[in-house]
């Protein structure tokens, strides 16, 4: 006896639910949980997460290699994995990176400027209305870069401005001496990795804290990097935290 249509359909319905129950709901976790059981696969993960390596002021050890900003609630909290969801074209987000980028220079001592960053760290952003021409974040008595806008004078920061926000770049460089990844959080915001360009940059500064010569500091990068993944995805990568260990056992 050929069945209704809607009871196929219905009936077609529980079946595919049922088997995936099965496939996705049991077999697929106990697979994963035999595999991890597997001799030579039970590690210990903690070097998968990354760490923060900061004194109880919030300030970087310089002994130690930094990892990259996480987004992670306090900074790489498991509980609260993820990113700060702010797209490459929010301001705040600018004003986040500009910020970083400042205290990185100052700490490896090199340039922190970046080309929409004014000196004092801060997005070099104007609030832009039909009367007035503002700086959005730059207290008084600076403004960013330029002294007018649309033929208006720019004014300092005088408490929340209005208008449309403009960013204006500066003469920094295209390529900043402050790699992206020590001013930028990771997607899920516990990656353990960094750049090899940042990595680099901090040696100078992990050698003189640990009175060690640069070339063994970058002696320890080098056997801490990782190669791209299968071969050609994404870039070779520094693991911040297994570095940091192998330091304090050398």
């Known amino acids: 006896m050929r069945l209704p249509a809607w009871l196929a359909q ?10 995936l129950t099965i496939v996705l709901g049991l077999a697929y976790p106990l697979l994963m949980v035999a595999a991890a059981r597997l001799p030579g696969l039970n590690r210990d993960h903690r ?6 390596f900061v004194d109880g002021q919030g300030q970087p050890l310089r002994q130690y290699f930094q990892s990259r900003p996480s987004a992670a609630g306090d900074g790489y909290d ?21 910020e970083r980028s400042k205290a990185v220079g100052e700490l490896e001592r090199v340039d922190g400027a970046r080309p929409y ?14 009367d007035r021409v503002v ?24 408490g929340e401005p209005g208008g449309a926000l403009v960013a204006i770049r500066g003469d920094a460089p295209d390529h900043p001496a402050v790699p992206a990844d020590a001013v930028t959080a990771s997607g899920s915001g516990l990656d ?26 970058r002696r ?16 070779p990568a520094v693991n911040v935290l297994e570095l940091n260990l192998a330091l304090d056992r050398s």
């Open 117 to 130: 960053c004014a000196p004092d760290g801060h997005a070099a952003v104007l609030a832009v209305s039909p």
């Open 78 to 98: 498991p509980t609260s994995t993820g990113a700060s969801n702010l797209g490459p074209e929010n301001l705040k987000l600018l004003n986040l990176v500009c």
């Open 135 to 158: 700086s959005a974040y730059q207290a008084c008595p600076a403004t960013p870069f330029v002294a007018s806008y649309q033929g208006r004078a720019v004014e300092c920061a005088t």
């Open 47 to 52: 070097d998968l997460i990354g760490q923060s």
């Open 10 to 19: 219905h009936l077609a319905a529980l079946r595919t639910l049922a088997l």
């Open 192 to 217: 353990p990795h960094i750049s090899v360009a940042y990595a680099n940059l901090q040696v100078p500064r992990v050698a003189q804290a640990r009175n060690r010569s640069e070339a063994d500091v």
């Open 220 to 235: 320890l990068v080098d056997e801490h990097t990782g190669g791209r993944t299968l071969g050609f995805i994404g870039e």
